[in-house]
């Protein structure tokens, strides 16, 4: 059969990690797609075995940037069920202030590389200037704009003080402007609804058969949400409801994802104008007893599950993660056949992949024997002219 | 050594608009993400000139990204060896330097230095877009200087005439 | 959303597979053989309602390696089933027909810990690079990286 392969090269910088995968095509649908993930593969997982419990946070922190922390927050949480800790509310309320504004900055940034999927750059723009607003806040808060390091076994190592908490009370108008925005656009926008629907359709067997999670798997009307399904944190108190669509396909999701913004502010701001007094952390003992844990969190992106297993020792002895683009795969793979090559990129870009696709992407053609070489940026831009219509 | 007119006219626009290309070499995506921040409008870098490009073929300067996979690295050989002449390389972040929270573990190179040769580092995990900013004006200026003395060869070099001057003076040990 | 399963509701319709016990809030775990698996997922499924995998964990045990899978469905119940795998000759039946999402937990895991899933469509290479050699398996608690052996990257100098 005959293979093609595409020269590497960053595409638009919009396009973050690197991930191959084998489509093998006939002409210009799709029949089956491969996947590998070797490019990023770092092996976190054994060297989480020879760190204790302080030194492991910043590694785990690091599987991801967008998500750390939820990948944090889910082993520190996993850990403290394990050693029987009982965590103050206070630092309950804080780690859901710092796990609600990173959904929000992810699914701007998810809306932002959407809108450019599909040539509204000016949506682009847009989205990631008003992300600045939250970083603002996480900076504040935290220090950082990206890895806040404000886990650590036993509760949260930084305090928020009434000034921060008024500095980001303050902010919390702007951005709900912005959102309201962004709700009542992809209601009538009509690039988003002629270019996101029909896309990318997943029905709701198919959606609980494949084992989708995640704003993906709501938009086919899944009510799956960890958060409500096991409560953790302040999930419980706060007052918000899961998102959930009928349509199925990219523009459900776009909606889901837009609507979990609405819902994520009210619970910032709640637990921002709630915040009880108290100690943000208890001494955690050196050593876990001997057990095991499934310890699971609502991702911006999805289900993301730590297994964790721990033997009497300060370090863990396994800890297996599943993140919520892996458990997405399989609705993309299956959602892609019989589709055309140039709408690979919308359909990817809808599940919101930490692994978002770029570079290498190999087009096995069944029919015809011959070797064409296409790279990631032309399909976009086929994609964009066979929609010529739809462009702003 | 005095340049020719044309000569000038090239390191000027070369300063003055240099291109960049960005490789993602198994990163976690943070330091991609505060690129893509600096290039929009609160950070904007197109303001100094800097475009960001997606083909190597077009770049002056390639900003690497993650510790080097095993897989990545000898893709990142690749795509260095395709840019042309003069190149400058900016290794970002703590991954870039030495790997970061990823020193030592089973499927990394960990260092950008072990595959390509490095110009400028900078720190952070992620760096700000400031930070970046500051690293690519600094790339910027070491591109002035060696424009003035007719290209890198000159600053390889001198580094080798300086450090053979420390270890005779007793201050490096070989 | 449906009332969370009892213990032995589960017990007693896992009684066939192996014995269950509660694992903690909201997550039962049976602990069952090889050769049992399938029927005990299809039962998973049916009688008791699951209509989602969460996960295929693993781990290596030391004497032995042993894999979980992790079920749920509306009555918001963790089912945690396990079979333990001899370490020289692990071997499983694949549990991508019943269970689709199960086929690319599966490729990883052989990847890691060497598991052989028998009847999988493809076990290709999924996340080490293709130079990695065959038989080494870094999830395994006794690997450590040889001193002479090639796992990948570049040779030649970088300059």
Redesign the interface.
Known sequence: MPEVIIP???????L???VNFRVIADGEKIVRI??????????????AEQRNFIRVL??LE?????C?HSHATVFAKGVE?LMQLEVPPRAQYIRTIIAELERIHSHL?WLGVAAHEIGFNTLF?WT??D??AV?DILEEMSGN???YGMNEVGGVRRDLNPSQVKAALSRLPHLEERIAKYVEMVERQKTMLVRFRDVGKLTKDEA????TVGPTARASGVD?DVRK??PYLVYADAPWNVVTDTNGDVYGRTRVRIGELAESIKIVRFCLENLPAGNIRVNAPKTAPKG???S?YEAPRG?L?H?I?TNGTDRV??V?I?TPT??N??SVA?GLVNQNLADIPVIVAAIDP?LSC?SRLTVVDNGKRKTTVVSF?ELRRKNLSNNEEARP | MAASLSQRLVNWARQKSPWITIFNSGACNACDIEIIACLMPHFDLERFGILARGSPRHADILIVTGPVTLKQASRLRRVWEQIPDPKYVIAMGACGADGGVFHGLYHVMQRVEDVIPVDVYIAGCPPRPDEIINGVVTCLDLLAKDAQHGGKKWREMREVEITEMDIKKGELTP | MTDRLALDFVAAAMRDYGPAGQAGPGRIRIATTPDKIQEAIRVCQGALQCDRLITISSADNGTTLELIYHLTGPHRTILSLSISLPRDAPKTPTLSDILPPAGIYERQIHDLLGIVFLGHPGLKRIVLNEEWPENEFPLRKDWKPGPDTWYGGIREGRT
């Open positions: 590497i090269g960053p595409q638009h910088p919009a973050k990690e690197p491969e996947l590998d993930l070797s490019y990023n593969h770092r092996g976190i997982e054994k060297a910043p590694l690091r599987v991801c940037g967008i750390s069920q940034l723009m990631w200037r992300r600045e970083q704009r990206v890895h609980l058969k494949y084992g799956y399904d096991d095991e844990v499934l699971r289900e599950v297994f297993r002895e396994r297996d599943r892996l458990a795969w399989t299956v930490c770029t940026d």
